[in-house]
C-alpha cells in the first residue's frame, strides 16, 4: 500500500497546489499525493501557468476539502500556510504533522504575465522545502 502525503492550505487554490504537483513530480507514483484546502475555493489559474513553465501540466487538477480526507491513513501532513495550521482538523489517522508558512501568493484571480511573479516566488519556496523534505526524509519516501 502507497503511503499518503497531504498538502493543506486554506483555499486550496495555490500553495497546496503547487506543493502536491512539485512533490508528485518528485516522487512519480510510490506515493499517493493530495492536496486540500480549509475553505476550497477554486485552482488559481496563475498556478496553472507557473507550474506550465516547469513542464508540469496541473490544469485539470480540483480544489478539495479537508473533510475529504478526515478518515484517511495519512503517513505526512504538511500545511502551507498559517490559518490553515491553526485551522486544520485533527487528522486522527496522521503520522507526521509539519508546518511550512509559505507567504500567500494570491493577490487577485488575474492571470497575465506581470502577475506572475508572487506564484513563481511560492513556487520556488515551496520546491526548496520539497527537496529539502526528500533528504531529510529520505527512508520514508524510496
Request: with cysteine.
Given at each position: 500500500m502507497k503511503k499518503k502525503i497531504i498538502f493543506i492550505c486554506t483555499g486550496n487554490s495555490c500553495r497546496s497546489q503547487i506543493a502536491g504537483a512539485?512533490?508528485?513530480?518528485?516522487?512519480?507514483?510510490?506515493?499517493n499525493v493530495l492536496s486540500a484546502?480549509?475553505?476550497?475555493?477554486?485552482?488559481?489559474?496563475?498556478?496553472?501557468?507557473?507550474?506550465?513553465?516547469?513542464?508540469?501540466n496541473i490544469k485539470n487538477q480540483k480544489s478539495e476539502s479537508i473533510n475529504k480526507y478526515l478518515a484517511e491513513n495519512i503517513d505526512f501532513i504538511?500545511?502551507?500556510?498559517?490559518?490553515?495550521?491553526?485551522?486544520?482538523?485533527?487528522?486522527?489517522?496522521?503520522?507526521?504533522?509539519?508546518?511550512?508558512?509559505?507567504?500567500d501568493p494570491f493577490h487577485s484571480w488575474d492571470s497575465a504575465d506581470e502577475d506572475l511573479a508572487p506564484y513563481r516566488i511560492a513556487r520556488d519556496e515551496i520546491k526548496k522545502k520539497i527537496n529539502n523534505l526528500l533528504k531529510v526524509e529520505?527512508?520514508?519516501?524510496?
Open positions: 512539485l512533490m508528485r513530480d518528485a516522487i512519480g507514483e510510490r506515493f484546502g480549509i475553505r476550497p475555493s477554486r485552482l488559481h489559474p496563475a498556478v496553472v501557468k507557473v507550474m506550465q513553465e516547469w513542464g508540469i504538511i500545511t502551507v500556510c498559517g490559518k490553515a495550521n491553526q485551522a486544520c482538523p485533527n487528522l486522527p489517522n496522521g503520522k507526521i504533522r509539519v508546518h511550512w508558512d509559505i507567504k529520505k527512508s520514508n519516501f524510496l
